[in-house]
């Protein structure tokens, strides 16, 4: 794009940035105010769309930390002691998780913890 055009462009999207703010500070419905202002309301909306997307872009990016991957810790499962009581049982939509007697703290914690992050 040449020079004239970058600036042509800029231009526009500044006029269009106020007629937005001008809009919004009016009191009036968008239809009223795009009335009043000549102003299809097609052309409103495409402009607001494009200002915010632009907007958008130039935000940073945060790291949501509900969106982290799920991470699964690899634990040795014991054989379950043949006539024995599962000491708590967690029943699940899709699983059913049993947790034996006598299984050691570090185990029950890893569990409980797997479950808070996919709970």
């Not at 004239?4 to 007629?19: A, D, G």
């Not at 958008?56 to 024995?84: H, M, R, Y």
Request: with cysteine; hydrophobic share 40%.
């Amino acid at each position: 794009m040449d020079e004239v055009t970058l600036v042509k462009n800029h231009f526009r999207k500044e006029q269009w940035k106020q007629m937005v703010l001008d809009c919004q500070n009016s009191g009036l419905t968008v239809k009223q105010w795009c009335e009043q202002n000549h102003v299809t309301h097609h052309a409103y909306y495409y402009w607001l769309r494009k200002l915010r997307t632009e907007l958008c872009d130039t935000l940073p990016v945060s790291v949501d930390e509900s969106k982290k991957p799920v991470v699964f810790k690899k634990l040795e499962v014991q054989a379950p002691i043949s006539g024995a009581q599962a000491a708590v049982i967690i029943h699940l939509s899709s699983a059913t998780l049993e947790i034996q007697n006598g299984a050691d703290q570090q185990t029950v914690e890893a569990v409980l913890l797997a479950l808070k992050n996919i709970c």
